[in-house]
């Protein structure tokens, strides 16, 4: 069974930046998609970012691009998101997600796609 642990989380001021990390572990499959996802109180879960380990792209939420960047380790079997410029609006409670794939996929679909891993969650807190 697929295991995410999410780390990095904290509080910062706008234009501020913070760097998630996830550790994955119990995967089967050689390839996944993995994503970052964010729900603030009151608002539905929302993808912010998703990558496929079997290949290289990336895709992002409108509202995150040219801010954040997702990034894997398959070495490590870490997923990491590198968020700059933060703004008030990013604060929400952050999860990673996996869902083990056997046939080659694009990041576009991993960033719509259902999950069936995740994690506990890690809170990022964006002040003005």
């Known amino acids: 069974q697929v295991q995410l642990v999410e780390s990095g989380g904290g509080s910062v001021q706008a234009g501020g930046s913070l760097r998630l990390s996830c550790a994955a572990s119990?995967?089967?499959?050689?390839?996944?998609?993995m994503g970052w996802f964010r729900q603030a109180p009151g608002k539905e879960r929302e993808a912010v970012a998703a990558i496929y380990t079997g290949g290289i792209s990336t895709s992002y939420a409108d509202s995150v691009k040219g801010r954040f960047t997702i990034s894997q380790d398959n070495a490590k079997n870490t997923l990491s998101l590198e968020m700059n410029s933060l703004k008030p609006e990013d604060t929400a409670m952050y999860y990673c997600?996996?869902?083990?794939?056997?046939?080659?996929?694009?990041?576009?679909?991993?960033?719509?796609?259902?999950?069936?891993?995740w994690g506990q969650g890690t809170q990022v807190t964006v002040s003005s």
């Open positions: 997600a996996a869902a083990e794939e056997y046939i080659p996929r694009g990041s576009a679909y991993c960033l719509s796609r259902l999950y069936n891993s």
């Open positions: 119990g995967y089967t499959a050689r390839s996944r998609c």
